[in-house]
């Protein structure tokens, strides 16, 4: 079983439109959750982080993290083409020899199409 | 802030041969630094975790005499491809965590395209 699972897509909404992109996760004690945007080439870049239960929101994006559900996901309102991304899911292991490291999901491709 | 850079950002080298990647924290000093490889449509693949002073950890599979890790300073780390052949070539990127910020934040560097003829 996958520690980190997504939905590898491809997720095609139109340009405007709210994309939705769920992760779940195994290990129960993790503390820190956080969603990465890679371009095709590129490396991944740092969007959202979120540690709490509830929704945080950082401009047209939105995190939502249901810890007893172990479920974590991300809006993108009002998507634009620049989205158009692959989108990764990590998880910061709670402790033990994994302590620190993150568990990346396979990730799930968006694309916004105008 | 949080930047992380990577040298050479591409590389093309022959079989046999050893690559050395840098990896730098530009303003922030990095406690622990990751590698990982990246396949082609694939997710990103944790090699190994380095801390300045102290010895790389390696993950399950990895090898740690022909994947050469140093942490020599909290700024600086470097990944050595040794004897590198065709089935090393991938994207190797790093990543860097600070003494600050949030647990488990990590900043990524560019990354290194690695070819191996």
């Known amino acids: 079983q996958k520690e980190v699972e997504q939905n590898s897509g491809p997720l095609s909404v139109p340009e405007g439109a709210i994309a939705s992109l769920n992760c779940t996760y195994s290990?129960?004690?993790?503390?820190?959750f956080f969603w990465y945007r890679q371009y095709s080439g590129k490396s991944p870049e740092l969007i959202m982080s979120?540690?709490?239960?509830g929704d945080k929101e950082d401009g047209r994006f939105t995190a939502q993290l249901n810890k007893a559900s172990q479920y974590v996901s991300l809006l993108i309102r009002d998507s634009q083409p620049s989205d158009s991304a692959t989108y990764l899911c990590?998880?910061?292991?709670?402790?033990?020899?994994?302590?620190?490291?993150?568990?990346f999901g396979q990730g799930t491709i968006l694309t916004v199409h105008p | 802030g949080a930047v992380v850079s990577q040298h050479p950002s591409r590389v093309i080298c022959k079989s046999g041969t050893s690559v050395k990647i840098e990896c730098r924290s530009l303003d922030f000093q990095a406690t622990t630094m990751f590698w990982y490889r990246q396949f082609p449509k694939k997710s990103l693949m944790l090699m190994a975790t380095?801390?300045?002073?102290?010895?790389?950890?390696?993950e399950q599979g990895v090898e740690k005499d022909k994947f050469l890790i140093n942490h020599a300073s909290l700024t600086l780390s470097t990944l050595t491809v040794t004897s590198a052949h065709p089935e090393d070539s991938s994207f190797y990127i790093c990543s860097a965590r600070g003494l600050a910020g949030v647990d488990g934040e990590q900043f990524f560097g560019p990354g290194t395209r690695l070819t191996v003829l």
């Open positions: 979120i540690y709490s239960n």
């Open positions: 290990d129960r004690g993790s503390q820190s």
């Open positions: 990590a998880v910061n292991h709670a402790g033990g020899t994994s302590y620190g490291k993150l568990t």
């Open positions: 380095s801390n300045e002073g102290s010895k790389a950890t390696y």
